[in-house]
């Protein structure tokens, strides 16, 4: 018995011990408060959207003269609240000195200054001067020059060499000519969001056909109080006074923006891979999204931004929406609307990602924007690179966090914030929860490391080593600490799948794979005495050992024994690998539907991906794994990696004598047929064949499976999809690095507490 008092020396020797016990203890504690505490706070931002108020449209609010005396304003809170928020350097904008949002200042501040000269007051601001330039926000050159004109006829003192007035007045005259000569809808549309900087240019009847249910014209206080100065309409009024109501002093740039935030905070969390922690949060938005959706609501689909991405998110969770709505933004309508205009490249690229969300034959309509849309976003190399059947959650989630603004700034006609749309928690929860599963995966993977020399795996030399790439491949998609019974289940059955597909491939002799064969269809034996070799009995012993692990922890999670339908999973692979050995050793040749039916199964993915079904969390009955959905999940999962396989290992296989699919095709075409022809036959196969699992993983109607388990089918074809980019993926060097961004590098963010821009003004509750 030992006792910490028992001794002085003792005691002074396990005090320290104590002590860093303690310490450690505490940070733990310390990180794990820190971690909930800005969860909490990202939850309490889904109960309502942050926005920044503009002074911008704030001077133009001002500026409408009173119906009961011209000479005063309408709404003097408006004029009080520029009097009382203008910066020290005398400018007015969303942020002070921002060298990239100086154009933006300068048009925020012309509009104050003529405001508040409107009224006769503030001469000490007018007085102050701001002046220089660099992005352009929305309908600058036209807007701009505008503002100088008027200034100059009320006799502010705009000086000429701070400003070119000739200079702004020729780019106004050419936007004009442009925009004129092409006389399309979207330069209307245009004309008539910027119609405050046309002012009696304007035709201010026609542009009343843009009013919204709300009385806005766009969703523009500046653009709507414009409208209401020119044409009094009660639509308009009752708009300005709702957004003032709301606000109270002051308007933001644009309103509302609720539908568009939320959604794009769903988006956020979803590509920093922190979605699980608000689940609840999540499903709220998304129902509330879908009732919006189905009632047709303008907010929705007169913004192709939002409607592109209230698609895409709602279909991918598992929303019954019709891509219909997205016609309106083929590439010719999309030219000739106000964001094909102003070359709306955030529209463009949620399009482009809506577009590749095709789970119906008769979606042809998404494949030609799928192919507009990539050809404008050349430039927009990640989302490229990286379509929606290529990316995989963590590799993703590294992107998204390192590549993250935690500047929520955003310009249209003028700069606004939210931080809804970008925000430093968001960040820092990304970071520490990317950095906390990945230490879970580094500890994983040695526990693995440990088991391949204890089961003597690593002494098999015939048999590839790619444990590394085994469990990339389930760390990638199955990130969460809650799923690491699959992960581990996920990673031995591919390190063994391997094994035994190298074994039947290249050295077992035909004796050896009977044997093995009968080992596992015996399951109780003697392995010192039935094993007909020391390969075979450490192949059946490791996975022996794995099943019977597996049945154990998939009771833990079933309430059932499933150890009997793993075990005849692993026997349906080793006879179809056995069946492809008789192939080869008789010189047989298949026929392509021979081949196929055999070949989705000897592909491997079987014990791989299904027994980490049972371990995922829902419960799988007999009923569901025996049902017809169940084996067309995966059939078409498979099929998809056979013929990703088959295309890429092609000419080395052909070299070593093997026939695959490819060859079959052209050894059995009745027509005459290039090799590059039937490889573009089959990668239209495979895409046919993605969106067909992609509908099923999708669909909730007649579906009996759980969507978590549906959804391993679609993460293992993105994976293989992944491998098979460039060559076959279990030769290619450069995994290494791939590999170790998942698993072993942290995200270290030197930035990461650099305070961002403070909101001007935020919305009350």
């Known amino acids: 018995m030992f006792s910490l008092s028992s001794t002085s020396s003792t005691a002074s020797a396990a005090s320290p011990i104590l002590a860093v016990g303690l310490n450690v203890e505490k940070q733990i504690n310390r990180k794990t408060l820190s971690f909930e505490a800005t969860k909490e706070r990202i939850k309490r931002m889904f109960d309502k959207v942050e926005l920044s ?44 000195g921002q060298p990239l949002l100086m154009k933006d200042s300068l048009l925020s501040t012309l509009a104050c200054i003529l405001a508040l000269k409107q009224w006769g007051v503030g001469e000490k601001q007018m007085n102050r001067a701001c002046d220089e330039k660099q992005h352009s926000p929305i309908g600058f050159d036209i807007i701009f020059p505008s503002l100088i004109e008027q200034a100059q006829n009320l006799d502010l003192n705009i000086s000429p060499g701070a400003t070119n007035v000739k200079e702004l007045r020729h780019n106004r005259e050419l936007e004009l000519q442009r925009g004129n000569a092409s006389n399309s809808e979207g330069w209307r549309a245009y ?54 109501e709301k606000f109270e002093n002051a ?14 905070m769903v988006d956020s969390l979803e590509r920093l891979g922190i979605d699980r922690h608000f689940r609840e949060e999540i499903r709220s938005v998304l129902d509330e999204t879908y009732r919006y959706w189905l009632q047709g609501e303008e907010n929705i689909f007169l913004d192709s931004t939002t409607c592109a991405m209230a698609f895409r998110i709602l279909r991918v969770n598992g929303y019954d929406v019709s891509s219909d709505p997205l016609s309106l933004y083929s590439e010719d309508k999309f030219s000739d609307s106000l964001g094909g205009y102003v070359k709306n490249v955030c529209a463009a690229l949620e399009i482009y990602k809506a ?64 931080l809804n749309l970008a925000n430093k928690d968001l960040l820092k929860l990304a970071e520490e929860d990317f950095n906390l599963c990945q230490s879970l995966h580094r500890d994983e993977f040695k526990q693995l490391s440990r088991w391949v020399v204890e089961t003597k795996l690593d002494q098999l030399k015939f048999a590839r080593q790619k444990l590394a790439y085994s469990y990339f491949s389930t760390a990638v998609t199955l990130f969460s600490p809650e799923s690491s019974d699959a992960r ?21 002799s035909e004796e050896e794979l009977i044997n093995l064969i009968q080992m596992v269809e015996k399951w109780n034996v003697d392995v010192s005495v039935d094993c007909c070799s020391e390969q075979v009995k450490i192949i ?101 990696g056979r013929l990703l396989n088959d295309i890429c290992t092609f000419k080395r296989e052909s070299e070593e004598g093997k026939l695959n699919v490819v060859s079959l095709r052209l050894l059995h075409g009745d027509e005459v047929i290039t090799e590059e022809e039937v490889i573009k036959e089959f990668r239209g196969l495979i895409n046919n064949k993605r969106r067909e699992l992609l509908r099923l993983v999708l669909q909730e109607k007649e579906s009996i499976i759980p969507r978590a388990c549906k959804e391993l089918f679609w993460k293992i074809v993105k994976v293989l999809h992944f491998f098979y980019l460039k060559d076959d993926g279990f030769t290619s060097h450069d995994m290494i690095d791939i590999v170790n961004a998942v698993i072993q590098e942290p995200i270290i963010l030197s930035e990461l507490l650099v305070d961002e821009e403070n909101l001007t003004e935020v919305a009350p509750n």
Request: net charge negative; with cysteine; glycine share 4%.
């Open 251 to 264: 308007v933001p740039t644009v309103y509302p923006l609720d539908i568009y935030a939320r959604l794009c």
């Open 488 to 508: 581990i289940s996920w990673a031995k059955n591919a390190v063994l799948a391997t094994v035994v597909d190298d074994f039947f491939d290249v050295e077992g």
């Open 355 to 418: 577009s590749q969300i095709i789970i119906h034959p008769d979606e042809s309509a998404l494949a030609k924007q799928n192919s507009w849309t990539r050809h404008l976003l050349d430039l927009v190399n990640n989302d490229l690179m990286f379509p929606y059947h290529l990316s995989l959650e963590r590799l993703s989630n590294r992107r998204a966090i390192e590549q993250y603004s935690v500047d929520s700034a955003r310009v249209l006609k003028t700069s606004y914030s939210s």
């Open 191 to 244: 004309l008539a969001y910027i119609s405050e900087g046309l002012g009696k240019s304007q035709d201010w009847q026609t542009i009343i056909k843009y009013q919204r249910k709300n009385g806005s014209l766009f969703n523009s206080p500046a653009t709507t109080a414009a409208a209401y100065t020119h044409l009094k309409n009660t639509g308009c009024l009752g708009y300005i006074h709702s957004v003032l």
């Open 540 to 640: 059946f012993l490791a996975i022996r050992g794995t099943i019977c692990e597996i049945g154990e922890k998939a009771f833990k999670w079933q309430g059932r024994d499933v150890t009997n339908h793993v075990i005849e999973i692993w026997l349906d692979l080793m006879r179809s690998m056995w069946r492809e050995a008789e192939w080869s050793r008789t010189k047989y040749v298949a026929t392509i539907d021979e081949y196929m039916d055999n070949a989705y199964i000897s592909f491997a993915l079987g014990p791989v991906v299904l027994p980490a079904l049972y371990l995922v969390g829902p419960k799988l009955s007999d009923e569901m794994v025996e049902s017809p959905e169940f084996h067309c999940l995966f059939k078409v999962m498979s099929t998809c």
């Open 53 to 96: 108020v503009s002074s911008y449209d704030t001077a133009w609010v001002a500026m409408i003269p009173s119906p009961i005396s011209p000479s005063s304003p309408f709404f003097p809170q408006c004029v009080n609240w520029l009097l009382d928020n203008q910066h020290f350097d005398g400018s007015w904008g969303l942020t002070q």
